[in-house]
């Protein structure tokens, strides 16, 4: 219950700061989908997850044995320029862009993700179906561990 607000929040900071983006969804709202994806990659709620391996595997040339603790950081991965080019910025369209990790993977994926995804899709068409304008209100605050993102974002909303 904590992501999804944090997920809007950052949105709301970077339609804020690109208003073309906004325009561009406004007008072509079949996009929001792709957008919706995109965002998630960008603005990934959770840092990542810890687990215990549980048999020994090299990885990048290391060594790792049963019973280390290793972390996968979401946020790291879903910026990794090898797999994400220009990975700090929001690219409409990314064709890759199914291989983000902002649910996390395989049997640790989130179960909650169809939900998320139609909550934070409603929300955005909403949101940009009402407005005219998102702009900036203030200095946007952000999350501490071991969530990431916007906890609070001052925005002026122009109706439409």
Known sequence: MVAPP????SICAHLA???????????????????LEEFL???T????FARTVSAEIELHG??????????????SANRDEAVF??????????????????FG???????????????MRLALEELLRRTSAI?????????RMPEIGAVSVPVRLRPA
């Open 85 to 102: 080019p220009d990975p700090d910025t929001f690219v409409l369209g990314r064709p890759n862009i199914a291989a983000h990790l902002a």
């Open 105 to 119: 993977r395989g049997r640790h994926a989130c179960a909650g993700m169809p939900l998320a995804r139609l909550s």
């Open 6 to 9: 944090i997920l809007l929040g």
């Open 62 to 75: 290391r060594r790792i044995r049963p019973g280390e603790p290793v972390t996968l950081v979401y946020a």
């Open 41 to 43: 990659r960008l603005f």
């Open 135 to 143: 702009e900036a209100g203030g200095a946007v605050e952000s999350a």
């Open 17 to 35: 700061r690109h208003r073309e983006l906004q325009s561009e969804l406004r007008a072509r709202p079949e996009l929001l989908p792709a957008a």
């Open 45 to 48: 709620p959770y840092r990542g």
